[in-house]
């Protein structure tokens, strides 16, 4: 089981650079864990990159491709933690508020021991701060 930000799924779900690698961390275990905001912040990625021109044979196969790993998510949904943690996250590092809630949700999601669960994230600032949290940060 690993933690999933929205930027890499959204890296999964559109052929980029990073693709291939996070294909290969999914195929190697495709449950995924995720914050319950997720799947907005998947949409909002989507609906900006449909205003930028993404034609519509992609999109179709990004909604394709959204659907079927989201059978395999795990949701952490409980708000009052998570927003606890990502209030303490904010004062501890250079975070927006929607990475300090996907990060506090994966400390929920391993009982405050990020040791054991790797954090799957294409974004450089929150994967610094994972790290710097005690997560193993993927890829």
């Known amino acids: 089981m690993k933690f999933w930000d929205s930027s890499a799924l959204v890296g999964l779900l559109i ?12 195929d190697g275990d495709p449950d ?36 079927g790993i989201s059978e395999y998510w795990r949701e952490i949904a409980a708000i009052d ?4 943690r990502a209030l303490r996250l904010l004062n501890t590092h250079t ?12 400390l929920v999601a391993c009982e405050d021991r990020p040791e054991h669960l790797p954090f799957v994230c294409l974004d ?16």
């Open 15 to 26: 052929a980029e650079e990073p693709t291939g690698a996070l294909r290969q961390i999914r």
């Open 32 to 67: 995924q864990t995720v914050w319950c905001l997720t799947p907005v912040e998947i949409a909002s990625a989507l609906a900006r990159r449909v205003r930028e021109g993404l034609d519509a044979g992609r999109e179709s196969s990004f909604r394709g491709g959204w659907k």
């Open 81 to 84: 933690p998570v927003r606890s």
């Open 95 to 106: 975070l927006r508020a929607g990475d300090a809630l996907q990060l506090g949700a994966a």
């Open 124 to 139: 450089d600032r929150l994967r610094d701060a994972a790290r710097r949290e005690g997560f193993p940060v993927l890829p």
